[in-house]
């Protein structure tokens, strides 16, 4: 629960400096606990770059689900391998055990029994993947997928552009630009690479804001 104070209608005295305040209390529910726990199916989309903080997230909603006893399932693509097979894992380390899989039709072979579905980095997933979540939110299931919205080239990566126009609910988390300390929007490859799939980490990538990703580009051209 959330106190905001700012100028309205109660008026408050306050004696020692002789001055009166506009007081007006709102409360500001941040969580929607009923959200949380009633089975109601949805699709929550959380993008951003890379370092934005989609994991940690992901991670948090599926683990206050499984605090309130709902039935939870994690799954991600099986070719993300970077810090571990099975599970999901953030750049901070905080992890929470997944189901690799190689296609979104096999997300609908785990998912009957269950109340809430996570998916990460689902901009590696086909674009099955939009009908798949649509599926499981039409039969009551809370459907939370975190992905990159763009790729390193800004270009909107895989099934993403369509989960955001389907999804009832966004979340666009920011990392810290590397250059600036302004918030990033976007992932610059720092390795010499054309490939649109690269998986890889701090070596190879940099969350940057707008003005710094273009000045890099304008390096990378400049010393070509
Ligand atoms: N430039 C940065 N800005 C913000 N967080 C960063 C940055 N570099 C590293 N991190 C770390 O990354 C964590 C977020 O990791 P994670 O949730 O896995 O991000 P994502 O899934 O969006 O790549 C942060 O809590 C922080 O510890
Ligand atoms: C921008 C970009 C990223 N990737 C890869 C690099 C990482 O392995 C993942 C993103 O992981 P995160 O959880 O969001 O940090 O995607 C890529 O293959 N191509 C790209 O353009
Ligand atoms: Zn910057």
New binding site residues.
């Given amino acids: 629960m959330k106190i905001v104070l700012f100028r309205g209608t109660n008026r408050t005295f306050v004696p020692k400096i002789n001055l009166y305040c506009y007081i007006k209390i709102m409360v500001v529910f941040s969580e929607d606990h009923i959200q949380e726990t009633r089975r109601r199916g949805r699709i929550e989309v959380i993008c951003?770059?890379?370092?934005?903080?989609?994991?940690?997230?992901?991670?948090r909603r599926l683990k206050r689900a499984k605090f309130a006893r709902q039935r939870v399932e994690i799954f991600k693509p099986a070719m993300d391998t970077r810090y571990s097979e099975e599970e999901v894992?953030?750049?901070?380390s905080?992890s929470i055990a997944s189901t690799p899989i190689d296609s979104s039709a096999s997300i609908l072979l785990f998912s009957s029994d269950k109340d809430v579905v996570g998916i990460?980095e689902a901009q590696f997933f086909d674009e099955g993947l939009v009908d798949v979540c649509n599926q499981l939110a039409d039969n009551g299931i809370r459907v939370i997928v975190?992905g990159l919205d763009m790729d390193f080239k800004r270009i909107p990566f895989g099934p993403i552009p369509a989960l955001l126009a389907i999804a009832d609910e966004v979340t666009k988390?920011h990392?810290?630009?590397?250059k600036c300390g302004n918030l990033?929007y976007a992932t610059h490859r720092i390795t010499k690479s054309d490939k649109r799939v690269l998986l890889g980490e701090?070596a190879d990538y940099?969350?940057l804001c707008r003005a710094c990703y273009m000045e890099s580009l304008k390096e990378e051209t400049e010393n070509k």
């Fill in positions: 951003g770059s890379m370092f934005s903080g989609k994991t940690e997230e992901l991670i894992v953030s750049h901070d905080n990460d975190a988390v990392a810290i630009c590397v990033a701090k940099e969350p």
